[in-house]
């Protein structure tokens, strides 16, 4: 198994806009051997977590939390951007620099009482993860952990996410 798996991210200069460093987790999803490794470690802290359900966010989080849900047998819920889920929904608002947006699950998708797991690609700011966090709390159900491949760590979101249940695989500070 890689040990490395920054090896296998791609820095791409000005995406989606000019000054941004996108990280790309292609390569990752490219390598059989290391999307494997990543799958098995995020898997991991899913299962020391004793999380009885995953919460894939959309869009990137729906490849890893899909991949880790099979590995360990588990339910995935999709936490997605408005209009994107055919029934009935419950969701949360969260402010952006500039304006807010909105997550959303099917309104039978969080349960109280129910540990879930939130996986994503990446966190960044964590403003996206933090709603989903506060989504979970909203239904009642309970935050096990957050696992993350990427964490973009100088834009502090780690902070936003209730203390010490965030993991990353690969960090850039």
Known sequence: MPTDLSAYIRDVPDFPQPGILFKDITPLLAEPVAFAAAVEQLAATVRDAAAEEILGIESRGFIFGAAVAVELGLPLQLVRKPGKLPRTTTHVDYALEYGVDRIEVHTDAVRPGIRYAIIDDLIATGGTAAATVELV???????????????????GGRKKLPSGLVTSLIQYD
């Open 137 to 155: 709390g909203r239904c009642g159900g309970q935050v096990a952990c957050c696992a993350f491949v990427i964490e973009l760590g100088f834009l």
